[in-house]
C-alpha cells in the first residue's frame, strides 16, 4: 500500500514539473517577443 501511494506522489511531482517547465518555455518566449 504505501508502495502505490509512493508512485502516485511522485507521479504527481512529475505531472507538476512538467507543467512548470512548459510555463517557463512560454514565459520565455513571451519576454522574447516582447523586446
Excluded: G, N, Y
Excluded at 507521479?11 to 510555463?23: A, D, G, T, W
Amino acid at each position: 500500500d504505501l508502495k502505490s501511494s509512493e508512485s502516485i506522489s511522485s507521479e504527481l511531482v512529475f505531472s507538476v514539473l512538467e507543467r512548470s517547465e512548459l510555463v517557463l518555455s512560454e514565459l520565455e518566449i513571451f519576454s522574447l517577443q516582447k523586446s
